[in-house]
């Protein structure tokens, strides 16, 4: 998100132009934080990766903090507050952007991971590595590439919600955790129930929203993960493992 502010603040670069430029730099960012960082621990306990991430992201945030201080910054632009009403509907004009940017990268991802080589290796890796690299692909370069398509769509988040959400070190935090339940509803390693998954949990905060009071909706949603661990550990559209 701070690429995108600055990006809009110094060269007044629209954050939607912005997703070109900062996609293939942080896709770059991605490859060389997991050759470098992950790889090494990637074999290693869980517990250690989880703790060397931790630690990056709370460098990451100590660092922000230290070059841009902690003031809440945001990218104003003409769209920025404008609407389209449809009846009883209202839909901001940055929310649909988002939605049809966020779609289209999805869907073109799916597409990607069926009908392309590296999509193909990357299922093949993430279903049993060793296999795949007796077969002739090389494992860790599939890790490296993945991780860099990963950081690279962070990186289009950010440009998009810069437009809709203020920036400052730890406006992540306020997305990791909708952004686990979302997966974890969907079932691990099921691409299409994440996304079904991300529709489902869209409508649950906005109809909480508008139906209780706006700060319970995070409620709303963490009692249907609850409910949805307890019934079906493997996620709505999971498979259970036997």
Known sequence: MYAAFW?????NLDPLLAVLLVFPIFFGVGYLTQAILIR???????MTQALVTIALSLVLQTSAQTLWTADYRRALVPYSAEVIKAGLVTIEIPKLIMFVVSLTLCLSLYVALKKTFIGTAIRAV???????????ID???????????????VAVAGCLLSTLFYVYPYVGSTF?????VVVALGGLGNYVGT???GFIIGVAEAISAYYLLSSLRYVVILLMFLLVLLLKPEGIFGKRLR
């Open 7 to 11: 990006l809009h603040a110094l060269m």
């Open 40 to 46: 090494p621990v990637l074999r290693g306990p869980t």
């Open 126 to 136: 993430s279903q049993d590595s060793e296999t795949a690299q007796t077969l002739g």
């Open 139 to 153: 494992s860790n370069r599939i890790y490296a590439i993945t991780f860099g398509i990963g950081i690279g769509f």
């Open 176 to 180: 990791v955790l909708l952004a686990f």
């Open 195 to 197: 996304l079904l998954s």
